[in-house]
């Protein structure tokens, strides 16, 4: 089980892909959200991939670039 540093937490809420990483760590979107919601954020976040303490995404262009990393 990966562990969650809470103070990265606190630091996810703000930037625009905390809830890829949020999704990626817990496996559950968030229950506010519409059923279209969901199905929108789970086709775009296949892309995506965590490898503590690194976020990635698959880009169009066959190259996998980081998009965070904890030292941020």
Not at 37 to 42: E, N, S
Not at 45 to 58: G, M
């Amino acid at each position: 089980m990966m562990t969650f540093p809470m103070k990265l937490l606190v630091t996810l809420r703000e930037l625009w892909f905390a809830d890829i990483v949020n999704y990626l760590v817990t496996n559950q979107t968030p229950s506010h959200w519409s059923k279209q919601d969901g199905y929108q954020f789970l086709s775009q976040v296949r892309y995506f991939f965590w490898e503590e303490p690194f976020l990635f995404k698959y880009c169009s262009d066959q190259i996998i670039r980081c998009i965070f990393d904890e030292k941020i």
